[in-house]
């Protein structure tokens, strides 16, 4: 059985920096996808950044140059570091893993972003 245990987030003001992290834990393949997603109140839940075991990576187009995401493969972790966070995007971030052809979520983690 394979969890994902988030950690990170929290309340910053405008300009602001966070680190977000996404431990997976059971049978987690070399070749997962790992990612981060969020949705923020009353919208659906939306694409942040992905990274795969390569260390290819793709990103929403509202945080490139401001997000950024790596991953530990020995330790089957994604940071997601988070810098000049604006308003929008207080969300609940949510971690992704693509594994074996099967999806798995983290239970989430707030961030607020307000002054």
């Known amino acids: 059985q394979v969890q994902l245990v988030e950690s990170g987030g929290g309340l910053v003001q405008p300009g602001g920096s966070l680190r977000l992290s996404c431990a997976a834990s059971?049978?987690?393949?070399?070749?997962?996808?790992m990612g981060w997603y969020r949705q923020a109140p009353g919208k659906e839940r939306e694409l942040v950044s992905i990274i795969d075991s390569y260390g290819a990576t793709n990103y929403a187009d509202s945080v490139k140059g401001r997000f950024t995401i790596s991953r530990d493969g020995a330790k089957n972790t994604v940071y997601l570091q988070m810098n000049s966070l604006k308003p929008e995007d207080t969300a609940i971030y949510y971690c992704n893993l693509l594994n074996y052809g099967n999806k798995y979520w983290g239970q989430g983690t707030q961030v607020t972003v307000s002054s």
């Open positions: 059971g049978s987690v393949s070399r070749f997962s996808v």
